[in-house]
């Protein structure tokens, strides 16, 4: 799925002006910088129908060096079964586990964590199955750059979930696989897990 122009155009447009914001102390040059935040979120407006003034609230709350945001699943097998929970903010589709990665917190403590929370498994993350550019693997259109982790985990034990946003741990066969949450998981993305777990000796895939 090829991302549109504006969408690309729009997002480096935004990441300078908030990089340029953060190292620089000019008031001339801190102006240009604000003009080019306020030309981004006028284009993202213009093309997905919504107010440039809440896009650029958006802007606005992004600080520091622009970099990629990154996102964590894990991929948990039971003999020849994947693990996926609901995902309760997109209409009950569901996904493999995972999160945004907290300040300071490893990926495979993290990985580890979101398990427990969302899907009630206690698991040791053993191995980094891919890192994925998410705007080069057929998922929905986001603005925000997003790298994509996931990781291989031995299933130890079960333990009692706290999902606030997902519901349902399951394993499912992978003629079973239900719809999903794209902007999550794509079924290629589970595909490529299955010949993982059948395959053990592949290395990590990127990019």
Not at 10 to 31: C, M, T
Not at 99 to 127: F, H, M, N, T, Y
Request: negative net charge; hydrophobic residues 35%.
């Amino acid at each position: 799925m090829n991302e549109p122009k504006w969408l690309k155009w729009s997002r480096k447009i935004q990441a300078l002006s908030q990089s340029g914001l953060h190292y620089s102390d000019n008031e001339f040059d801190r102006e240009r910088y604000h003009e080019l935040s306020d030309l981004a979120a006028e284009m993202a407006a213009e093309e997905c129908g919504m107010a440039g003034e809440e896009i650029k609230v958006v802007f606005d709350a992004q600080e520091g060096y622009a970099t990629p945001r990154v996102d964590i699943r894990g991929v948990v097998f039971k003999n020849d079964s994947i693990l996926l929970v609901r995902e309760l903010m997109d209409g009950g589709r569901w996904t493999l586990p995972g999160g945004w990665v907290d300040v300071d917190e490893p990926p495979s403590l993290a990985v580890e964590r979101e398990l427990q929370e969302e899907a009630g498994v206690i698991a040791r993350a053993k191995k980094l199955l891919a890192v994925y550019d998410r705007n080069l693997h057929g998922h929905p259109y986001y603005y925000f750059h997003i790298y994509k982790l996931f990781f291989l985990c031995d299933l130890l034990g079960e333990t009692v979930a706290s999902p606030l946003e997902t519901s349902s741990p399951t394993f499912f066969r992978e003629t079973e696989i239900p719809e999903l949450s794209l902007g999550r998981v794509t079924p290629e993305e589970i595909t490529r897990f299955f010949e993982h777990h059948r395959n053990p000796s592949l290395p990590t895939d990127f990019d």
